[in-house]
Structure formats: structure tokens, C-alpha cells
């Protein structure tokens, strides 16, 4: 899932001094070219210039099927699909972090393809029509898009040496023996893989996985932002090696940006980093059979609005969210 992204960030900027840290992840992380056509880019929201908040589109890919996380960037497959969508807003104080999940089956209008499930966007056309229909959505500009392969989770879990998070929901992996109890449990390699990858364990499906996949973010940021982990050069030497090659940023996107936003979040944890799930108005089926998840209008009116005005925290002040 894409927000692996974000942890580092976190590494990078506490290893800035390492500039091999750097020049390793932008040798072995890759990039995408979005390449909205002149039309396309003057139809996009237009973006105050004195507004400083930051918006980044985050996506998980699954390519389980492939040989190699690298193949699979490089590959037209990257924008075939995405299970995991999650839109992250940095107010402009850097105060703190909101990183909202979408459910993939979210009806919505894509431009010139007419109402469909919201991850159809990609297979319709790529990243760049997926950021058309969010910016359509909520009438805001995004100012980036990361992509990670789901197997970077594995390779971080291991690189972290295992990531203990504590489970509400006792389960066994679809298709596997992997069984994962109530309390904290360690997560490590192939289990921390499925386990943030799992759905079908679960009668809410998708909502499920994007709460285990948060919660599985925030003990690893946890590990990651440690006194241990940030004062160990071979760790984080290790961690952006094993990751980067699973991550996928547009071409502005480079480690001297991402230091850069590190630095600006240096005093921005766990504690302030805020995950909900976008609210929908409920199940049901579209008029060619699919199931799907209506959207709702009134979370998409507030939703903008606090993305226009920089009032996220606001928003969920009033808006608890009613998942984890």
C-alpha cells in the first residue's frame, strides 16, 4: 500500500546527512510520467498560489503475478488497477498528517467514461484519468501521486525486523494456514504481506482491509520515527534498499522533495497523523449488475470543502470517523 511512501519520508530526512540514502532511492525507486495533454492539464482544478497545503495521492498495487516489483513498475501494468486509494492532505502549518482511504467500488462519475467503480478509473485510462476523477470528486488539485507494490510491505516488515501491531479481529488468511489472533502480534515477511492484503476474511470487505492496512502503518511509522531505528544508518540504509524498488512517484517526486517535506514534518508523529476511512452512502448494485458502494454526497461536499479551506481537522472534529 502506497503509504509506505510516507515512512520515508520519515527516513530520508532524518538520514539527509547520508546522501547515499538519497542517491539509493532515486536509483532504485521508479517513475511516472502522468502526461495530461494541454486540455487535460487546463481542465484540472486550479490551486491558489498562496496556498501551501499539499495533496498526494497514494496507491497500492497488487502485481503478485509478477516476477519482480521493478518489471511490474516499469510495466503499462502499474495503471491497470489499484487496490489501495488513499488521498493525503499536509495542511500548510505541517502540523499534522490526514490520510483518508477510498473504497475501490465507490460509484462515481470518470470523465468521458460516464459512472463506474471508482478503480476503474486506472484500467480506463492509468494514473493520470484515476487523478482526474478525484480532482472531479472534489473539485481540489493533486500535487502528487505515489504508487507501492503491496510486496514492499513484506520487504519493510522484514527490514524493520518485524512490526507488532495489535489485531481486534481474529482471522485465518483466505487460502492459507496463516491465522492471526486477537492482541498484538509480530508481522513479518509473507504474514505481514497477507495480512495487509486480506479481505475476504471479513463480512465489510475492503473497509477491513484499509483499517488493517492503517494500522499496520502506524506501528511500522512507529518503529520507523524510534530513537532505534533513526540512530542506526545500517537500518535505514537497509529499509530504503529493500523498499524503494517497490515504489513508483510522479517525476517531481524525488528524494530532495521528500527530504524537503521531512524536514518540514520533523516535529509530526504517530500521535498526529490522522486515518479514516471516506464515508459512502451504502451497498448496492449498478444498472449493469456490479456491486458497488454509493457515494455520499454530503461527505464529498464536506470533504472538499475542508480540502479547498485547509480545515481537514475541522472536518473530522465534526465528522468522528465511525471506523478505526
Known amino acids: 500500500m502506497s503509504v509506505v511512501a510516507v515512512l520515508l519520508v520519515a527516513v530520508l530526512s532524518a538520514g539527509y546527512v547520508l546522501f547515499d540514502l538519497q542517491r539509493q532511492f532515486n ?36 502485481h503478485a503475478d509478477e516476477d519482480t516489483a521493478e518489471s511490474a513498475a516499469l510495466n503499462e501494468a502499474v495503471s491497470q488497477r489499484s487496490d489501495s486509494m488513499m488521498l493525503v492532505h499536509i495542511p500548510e502549518d505541517r502540523s499534522q498528517v490526514f490520510v483518508m482511504s477510498m473504497v475501490r467500488d465507490m460509484y462515481v462519475e470518470i470523465p468521458g467514461h460516464g459512472m463506474n467503480k471508482l478503480n476503474a ?24 501521486v505515489a504508487m507501492v507494490d503491496f510486496e514492499g510491505f513484506r520487504e519493510l516488515s522484514t ?10 479481529i481474529p482471522f485465518t488468511a483466505n487460502d492459507t494456514d496463516y491465522f492471526y489472533p486477537v492482541g498484538d502480534i509480530k508481522l513479518e515477511g509473507d504474514r505481514a504481506l497477507r495480512y495487509v492484503r486480506e479481505r475476504k476474511s471479513f463480512t ?20 520507523v520515527l524510534s530513537s532505534e531505528t533513526l540512530a542506526n544508518p545500517v537500518k535505514l ?25 521531512g524536514l518540514q514534518l520533523k516535529n509530526v508523529d504517530t500521535d498526529n497523523m490522522a486515518m479514516f476511512t471516506m464515508p459512502t452512502a451504502g451497498a448496492s448494485m449498478s444498472a449493469d449488475g456490479q456491486s458497488i458502494e454509493l457515494a455520499s454526497e454530503l461527505a464529498i461536499t464536506q470533504i472538499s ?18 471506523t478505526p
Not at 465489510?204 to 518503529?223: L, P, S
Open 204 to 223: 465489510n470487505g475492503d473497509y477491513q482491509r484499509v483499517a488493517n492496512q492503517r494500522k499496520f502503518i502506524a506501528a511500522a511509522a512507529n518503529q
Open 159 to 168: 527490514a524493520l525486523g518485524g512490526v507488532t501491531v495489535n489485531n481486534e
Open 305 to 322: 470543502e475542508a480540502l479547498q479551506n485547509d480545515t481537514m481537522a475541522d472536518y473530522l472534529h465534526d465528522n468522528p470517523p465511525e
Open 121 to 144: 478509473a486506472i484500467s480506463l485510462g492509468g494514473v493520470p484519468l484515476l487523478m482526474q476523477t478525484i480532482e472531479g470528486i472534489f473539485e481540489t488539485k493533486l500535487d502528487h
Open 27 to 62: 536509483a532504485k525507486s521508479n517513475t511516472v510520467a502522468l502526461g495530461f495533454s494541454d486540455a487535460e492539464e487546463q481542465a484540472r482544478p486550479v490551486k491558489d498560489p498562496d496556498d501551501k497545503s499539499l495533496n498526494i495521492l497514494l496507491l497500492g498495487v497488487d
Open 237 to 261: 540504509y537497509d529499509i530504503v534498499d529493500k523498499v524503494s524498488p517497490y515504489l513508483t512517484f510522479d517525476d517531481s517526486f524525488d528524494a530532495a522533495t521528500v527530504v524537503g517535506l
